[in-house]
């Protein structure tokens, strides 16, 4: 990309940095992607560049399981992990948000505790997708979904009335 004579960037390398800004921008405004988009309604180049790592594209290909891709609970739990990796970098990157202090007083539940949380809900859900017993997967699916909820509910999280 940069020019080893000049240490600048080269009119192919911008051209195609430009083409795929470009389309992560359009792909948000046409709602393909609602996780670019911020509280604001502006667009988040964070979450762009987040979504563009390898870490990310390997969560969410660790999340795939084509019997299981049309379960409405195992979308609803996967988007729920793919959206708190996000949050989670963005936290890593730039502290916690005014909404998410806000959150934390009113709970008392720390940053720290959700990413345990979701770290067990991957390894719950993983446990799922790779298990051998696909008769009983999707009793598993729900027996995980139903934890998670619960133990939300049980830190006050989430109210009894609130159902994802």
């Keep these: ?75 609803k739990l996967k988007n729920r992990l793919i959206k708190f990796h996000i949050t989670n970098e963005k936290y890593r990157v730039n502290g916690p948000t005014e909404k998410q202090k806000e959150e934390q007083m009113r709970t008392g539940v720390p940053f720290k505790y959700l990413v345990k949380l979701h770290r067990c809900l991957k390894k719950m859900l993983r446990e799922v997708i790779i298990s051998d017993d696909k008769a009983n997967q999707e009793y598993y699916l729900k027996s995980t979904y139903a934890w998670f909820f619960k133990t939300q509910r049980a830190t006050g999280m989430l109210s009894s009335t609130q159902i994802e």
Excluded: R
């Design 1 to 75: 990309m940069t020019s080893p004579d000049k240490g600048t960037i080269t009119h192919e390398g911008f051209d195609n940095k430009l083409a795929e800004q470009d389309k992560i921008l359009l792909d948000s405004i046409t709602g393909v992607d609602d996780d670019l988009v911020d509280e604001d309604g502006q667009f988040d180049t964070l979450g762009a560049k987040i979504k563009n790592t390898c870490s990310f594209k390997f969560n969410v290909t660790s999340l795939s399981c084509p019997e299981l891709e049309q379960n409405p609970t195992f979308i």
